[in-house]
C-alpha cells in the first residue's frame, strides 16, 4: 500500500505560479508511474501531467503543455508538478497518483491516490 500526500496548493492570481509535491509513504515509489489529475467544481477529474518510474518518459495534457513541468525525486519519494503561467480555468482539486502502467495517462490505470490539494486561480 502506497499512501500519497500532496500539498502546494492556494491560492494565486492569473499568470502567476505554483509548485505541487506529492510526497510517497514507501521508497518502492520508484517502481511505479507518478502522475497528476485535476477535477474543477462541476466537472470529471481529468489528466494533467504524468512521468515513468525512471523518469524517461513524460506526457501532458495539452492544455498545460509549455506551462506546467513535471519532475520526480526517487530519491525523497517525490513528484512535483511546477505550474506557471496559471489560467483562472485551472483552478481545480489537484490529486497525485500512482500507477503501474509505464504510459499513464488514464486515471483508470491509478492505483494509488492522494487527498488532493485545492488551486485556485483568480482573475
Known amino acids: 500500500q502506497v499512501q500519497l500526500v500532496e500539498s502546494g496548493g492556494g491560492l494565486v492570481q492569473a499568470g502567476g505560479s505554483l509548485r505541487l509535491s506529492c510526497t510517497a509513504s514507501?521508497?518502492?515509489?520508484?517502481?511505479?508511474?507518478l502522475g497528476w489529475f485535476r477535477q474543477a467544481p462541476g466537472k470529471e477529474r481529468t489528466f494533467v501531467a504524468a512521468?515513468?518510474?525512471?523518469?524517461?518518459?513524460?506526457y501532458y495534457a495539452d492544455s498545460v503543455k509549455g506551462r506546467f513541468t513535471i519532475s520526480r525525486d526517487n530519491a525523497k519519494s517525490t513528484v512535483y508538478l511546477q505550474m506557471s503561467n496559471l489560467k483562472t480555468e485551472d483552478t481545480a482539486v489537484y490529486y497525485c497518483?500512482?500507477?503501474?502502467?509505464?504510459?499513464?495517462?488514464?486515471?483508470?490505470?491509478?492505483?494509488?491516490w492522494g487527498q488532493g490539494t485545492q488551486v485556485t486561480v483568480s482573475a
Open positions: 497518483a500512482a500507477s503501474e502502467v509505464y504510459r499513464f495517462t488514464s486515471q483508470g490505470q491509478s492505483k494509488y
Open positions: 514507501e521508497r518502492s515509489s520508484s517502481g511505479y508511474s
Open positions: 512521468v515513468s518510474w525512471g523518469g524517461g518518459s513524460i
